[in-house]
C-alpha cells in the first residue's frame, strides 16, 4: 500500500517509524515553523528525546532545516525538494513576526550573496527578518 509520507521519508532514506510519520505529518501541515516545543505540543507526545532524535534525523537527511530566528529556540521547517543531505538548496530568507511571533520561511526569496573582506571563509550564512507577518500587516 502506497503511502505518500512513508515514501517521503523513504526518498530521503528515513525508515518510517510511528513518531517519525506524525512528525512529518505535523511539519506538513503547518505552514510556520515549529520549535521542539511547538512539535511536542502539536503532537500530544512526551517523549522529548524521541521528538528531538527524529528532528535531528531529518535535518541529517535533507528532509529539514534549522532556523535561529533569535526567539532564543532553533525551529524547523521542511526542506524543498531539491535538497540533500550534502547539499541545502533553501538558502531563502526567513520572516519573524513580531506580533505572532512566527517564523516563515520566504522560499522564493534568496540570501544574497555577501562579500567578505580578507580571508574570512563563510560556512552559512542566514538572513531572518523581523516585521509583521502577511497575516498580522492585513490585520492592522
Ligand atoms: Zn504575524
Ligand atoms: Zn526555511
Known sequence: MAHPQEDTLIARQITP????????????????????????????YA????????LKI???????????????????????????????????????????RETSCLSTVAVPVIALPGAYQVQETSLVMKGLCENCASAG
Not at 17 to 43: F, I, K, N, Y
Open 47 to 54: 517523549d522529548r528525546i524521541t521528538v528531538h532524535r527524529t
Open 17 to 44: 517509524t510511528p513518531v517519525r510519520l506524525l512528525v512529518l505529518d505535523v511539519l506538513q501541515h503547518h505552514p510556520a515553523a515549529l520549535s521542539l516545543a511547538d512539535v511536542e505540543l502539536l503532537l500530544g
Open 58 to 100: 531529518f535535518t541529517e537527511k535533507g528532509l529539514v532545516h534549522r532556523i535561529e530566528d533569535g526567539s532564543g529556540a532553533v525551529k524547523f521547517a521542511l526542506c524543498e525538494p531539491g535538497c540533500t543531505p550534502e547539499h541545502h538548496q533553501d538558502f531563502h530568507v526567513h520572516f519573524f513576526c513580531t506580533r505572532c
